[in-house]
């Protein structure tokens, strides 16, 4: 007798994940089952069994499409698909390759199957007959091994079959947590999310600076702030908020004091220049323990960096966007959920190079007087 089919979802780790050695791996792998398990339970999605096998994580759910949509916002994650589960039979799979065909429109399809154990047939064999089984559906299918519109997979594993149609893209990476802690300087470009989220994308932790006029943050930078909340696996972001009106700034008075190259006209509150928002970044870095400060500015001289840090800098400073290519870059704002938004960088490029100055004790009490918020995700994985 034929066993029930059942909704399940793959869950394929990333590829820069096996490359680690095995113990690094089994961490990295452990940790994703818990972030996975979180995803789904924040998002209310029940599943009655959860199991990892080197490099994949299996779910077994009804909800397979909310499954796979939640479990490929995971840092770590290369991709997932939704599909059905059923013994390694050849009547069983081919029964269920029927069922998820349904779904095909009239064109082209192909099947491609995969297999690991021993079993009465070979998987050339197993694609015959799918293949011909879909093709006596009569929905309209002709077979295209080149180029098909659409294709029925099958990874068939000692004695279990999983079949799917669909592959739905993550983020890849590493998991939220196992790099060293970054404050990312968020405003209302897309730029400053895009960077962010490289950071997070290698394992970083986030907390988020940002710089606010009198009446507080403005939407467009709470907006940037729940979308990178949303790839949290709690789906909450921690944020520092400084008033960036420029009278909390000092004119040069010392050569202690940082001074960037002069320019006709200071900027425009709520915006700081690049050097001093790094500068304040680093410090509350340095307070919160964290390794890194990473930025969307990227001027023309990256020495101009240097005049932001301590001398020796004790956290590094990262611009991903310095190497991003423009394709790149694209594809990753339409991922992310940023396209179409205007600016890759706020104005602290702008007011990269104004002549203003900040001491010592400026940059603390400018950080003491700041607000702690935490930002929640709209829809944390959903």
Known sequence: MSKPLEGIV??????????????????FEDILLKNVRRALRDAEIPCSRIWRIAGRIYVVTEETERASKAAARIFGISSTSPGLLTNSGLESVVRAGKALAKTFVPGTFAVQSRRTGNHPYTSQQLSSELGKALLDQGQGLKVDLDDPQQTLSVEVREDMAILFSKTIRGPDGFPWGTQDGVIGIIDESYGSVIA???????????????FSGHEGPSEAVMDNLRRLASW??????????????SDNLSP??????????????????PCLPGIIQ??????????????GVVSSIHPGKLDLIG????SPASVSVFLPLVAIDDGLLKSWMKFVGVEGQAGLSGGENDAFGQTFSISEVEIDLM??????????????HA
Not at 11 to 25: A, D, F, L, N
Not at 252 to 266: E, H, Q
Not at 307 to 310: R, T
Request: aromatic share 2%; charged share 20%; hydrophobic share 40%.
């Open 232 to 245: 949290i696996p709690e789906g909450v972001l921690k944020v520092t908020s400084i008033s960036a009106f």
């Open 367 to 380: 950080l003491s007087g700041g607000t702690e918020l935490r930002v929640k995700a709209e829809q944390p």
């Open 10 to 27: 793959i869950i394929r780790t990333g590829g820069e994940i096996g490359i680690k050695s095995k113990p690094v791996r089994a961490i």
């Open 252 to 269: 040069p008075s010392s050569p202690s004091s940082l001074v960037a190259p002069p320019v006709t006209s200071p900027p425009s509150p």
């Open 307 to 310: 005049m932001a840090m301590e």
């Open 278 to 291: 790094i500068r304040l970044a680093t410090r509350l870095a340095e307070r919160k323990g964290m390794g």
């Open 196 to 210: 962010s989220w490289c950071m997070m994308k290698r394992g970083c932790s986030l907390r988020a600076l940002i």
